[in-house]
């Protein structure tokens, strides 16, 4: 009885670091509506009654294997919301940080204005991907360096995708003159920075 009653305690804390932490995510991602929890601990919460209800009629049913089944299912859904809100965790933040990570370095050898700033939060942001903020403090520093990435791709002009494009495309040595032709945010961005003569383009 005393392994089954630290079992199901240990699922309880675990649900309820598991909602803290997706409060923690919204901080973050205020469109985030949910990673999960809700559903997983309702499931468990009915495995739960059950339980209870079959021993209250008789306490040694606790020694029926079903019962050591239906704590362990309430145990596997309390370690599956932690783990959920992690997996959903780091798949907002690679989204996030996606389009960026090969124009990083691109950046720097260009001696972009803007690229230092945009290396350095890009790399705190790598530094938070692992896991969900645990405190306040820490989810609105993560919200502010997304803001401050969202700034300094708008500074350098990278925010339109044929330009993020054409620049790894440009670093390959496969970027052709068609693209800026074509594509007006490119045109602007090689004048902004004037970048014209630093590609090898071709006219095919």
Same mark, same amino acid.
Do not use: H, M, S
């Given at each position: 009885m005393v392994g089954f009653n630290e079992k199901l305690t240990s699922a309880l804390h675990q649900f309820a670091e598991a909602e803290a932490l997706e409060e923690l995510v919204r901080v973050v991602f205020p469109d985030e509506s949910s990673t999960g929890v809700a559903p997983k601990r309702k499931k468990a919460a009915t495995t739960a009654r059950r339980l209870l209800k079959k021993l209250n009629v008789s306490i040694d049913r606790i020694q029926e294997p079903r019962s050591n089944e239906d704590v362990t299912t309430i145990v596997e859904q309390a370690d599956s919301s932690r783990r959920g809100v992690r997996d959903r965790w780091q798949t907002l933040m690679k989204k996030k940080r996606a389009p960026? *990570?090969?124009?990083? *370095?691109?950046a720097r050898d260009l001696k972009l204005s803007g690229a230092e700033e945009l290396s350095d939060v890009m790399e705190r942001l790598g530094g938070s991907l692992a896991q969900p903020p645990s405190s306040d403090r820490k989810a *609105?520093?993560?919200?502010?360096?997304? *803001?401050?990435? =969202?700034?300094?791709?708008? =500074?350098?002009?990278l925010d339109d995708e044929p330009v993020r494009k054409f620049l790894v495309d440009a670093a390959a040595g496969n970027a052709g003159l068609k693209v800026p032709l074509e594509e007006k945010a490119v045109r602007q961005f090689l004048e902004k920075h004037n970048l014209w003569t630093l590609f090898r383009v071709s006219t095919r």
């Open positions: 960026y *990570e090969k124009l990083v *370095e691109v *609105e520093t993560i919200r502010d360096d997304l *803001e401050e990435l =969202r700034l300094a791709v708008q =500074r350098l002009g």
